[in-house]
T-cell receptor
């Protein structure tokens, strides 16, 4: 089983719909992250959480919200999806402390029509 | 100007060639450097992790950091078709809580 699991793996939806992407991990890491990946733009940080009570905005948080339900679960919501949110979304985890490498799930491919 | 610049490629080389992948950066505070490999429809996986300047070798892979030039490289020797993937560099400053990623270079090794 994967250490970092993202569901769904693929999703097609319509403009204006509310969407939730889920991430769960069995690595026991405290820190979790949400990124989006677009061609030519690399990975951009949406939100990150250092523990259940700590949520921080990344560089592109507008239009997104998150919930850290437990140490192992971190979900990303698009309240009202728009086409330019079509992208690959990745969840990542890391141990506590600076400069730690991050461990990624296999992503959710999201298409908004 | 982006903090980290990486040539997106695509880069296509024959099997057995030596591959050089590079990133430049502007923040002199960066001290921790990573290379991730990402196969199609998969998430990035950590390939190499280095601190400060110098070289680190792991099998066919060598990571090189030149802090004076703000330049890092990943060399792949005896490249194989299974090395075909997108390679992303990432880096952070001492004590930083976040990584800064390059755009990724798409590499294809032709049999």
């Amino acid at each position: 089983d994967a250490d970092v699991t993202q569901t769904p793996r693929n999703r097609i939806t319509k403009t204006g719909k509310r969407i939730m992407l889920e991430c769960s991990q069995t690595k026991g890491h405290d820190r979790m992250y949400w990124y989006r990946q677009d061609p030519g733009l690399g990975l951009r940080l949406i939100y990150y959480s250092f523990d259940v009570k700590d949520i921080n905005k990344g560089e592109i948080s507008d239009g997104y919200s998150v919930s850290r339900q437990a140490q192992a679960k971190f979900s990303l919501s698009l309240e009202s999806a728009i086409p330019n949110q079509t992208a690959l979304y990745f969840c990542a985890t890391s141990v506590t402390g600076g400069n730690q490498p991050q461990h990624f799930g296999d992503g959710t491919r999201l298409s908004i029509l | 100007q982006k903090e980290v610049e990486q040539d997106p490629g695509p880069l296509s080389v024959p099997e057995g060639a030596i591959v050089s992948l590079n990133c430049t950066y502007s923040n002199s505070a960066f001290q921790y450097f990573m290379w991730y490999r990402q196969y199609s429809r998969k998430g990035p996986e950590l390939l190499m992790y280095t601190y400060s300047s110098g070289n680190k070798e792991d099998g066919r892979f060598t990571a090189q950091v030149d802090k004076s030039s703000k330049y890092i490289s990943l060399f792949i020797r005896d490249s194989q078709p299974s090395d075909s993937a997108t390679y992303l560099c990432a880096m952070s400053a001492q004590g930083a809580q976040k990584l800064v990623f390059g755009q990724g270079t798409r590499l294809t090794i032709n049999p």
